[in-house]
């Protein structure tokens, strides 16, 4: 009986598992480009721009962002990195070749981020989705 009631004492942010996963705004994923709610909606501020070797780096930006709704990455055009912050998300896309949209979503709890992660599979069973799992919440600040 000691035990469960030690499991009680323990914060929610010590117990491991949060997911976090990326999955395509529509069925097409590839040469998209993510705008807000319609084709000219790529306003100031929507997102920050890094130059990043690979899709998972990009991505992992985006996981240390506590902000992050999306990413938008091309390797052929200078390893482009956008890791969208946009309060109401991605919304769309637009056709934009070279480049992948991908939507972020995780279950991390309020306040805390994510400090080490593992990417796990499968995925929900859905195609193109990504999934990593939080080993490691921490709080911000």
Same mark, same amino acid.
């Given at each position: 009986?000691?035990?469960?009631?030690?499991?009680?004492?323990?914060?929610?942010?010590?117990?491991?598992?949060?997911?976090?996963?990326?999955?395509? *705004?529509?069925?097409?994923? +590839?040469? !998209? /480009?993510?705008?807000?709610?319609?084709?000219?909606? %790529?306003?100031?501020? $929507?997102?920050?721009?890094?130059?990043?070797?690979?899709?998972?780096?990009?991505?992992?930006?985006?996981?240390?962002?506590?902000?992050?709704?999306?990413?938008?990455?091309?390797?052929?055009?200078?390893?482009?990195?956008? *890791?969208?912050?946009?309060? +109401?998300? !991605? /919304?769309?896309?637009?056709?934009?070749?070279?480049? %992948?949209?991908?939507? $972020?979503?995780?279950?991390?709890?309020?306040?805390?981020?994510?400090?080490?992660?593992?990417?796990?599979?499968?995925?929900?069973?859905?195609?193109?989705?990504?999934?990593?799992?939080?080993?490691?919440?921490?709080?911000?600040?």
């Amino acid at each position: 009986m000691l035990l469960p009631a030690l499991l009680l004492l323990l914060p929610a942010a010590a117990e491991p598992g949060a997911m976090l996963s990326f999955f395509p *705004v529509h069925k097409e994923f +590839e040469d !998209v /480009g993510c705008v807000g709610s319609g084709p000219d909606d %790529v306003g100031p501020g $929507y997102y920050e721009t890094f130059n990043q070797s690979s899709l998972d780096a990009c991505k992992t930006f985006c996981i240390f962002n506590v902000a992050c709704v999306g990413i938008e990455y091309s390797h052929e055009y200078n390893d482009r990195c956008r *890791v969208w912050t946009r309060p +109401e998300g !991605v /919304g769309g896309t637009v056709d934009l070749i070279g480049y %992948v949209c991908l939507k $972020y979503n995780h279950t991390i709890s309020e306040g805390n981020y994510c400090k080490r992660f593992v990417r796990v599979q499968p995925c929900y069973g859905l195609e193109h989705e990504d999934c990593y799992r939080c080993l490691e919440e921490a709080p911000l600040g």
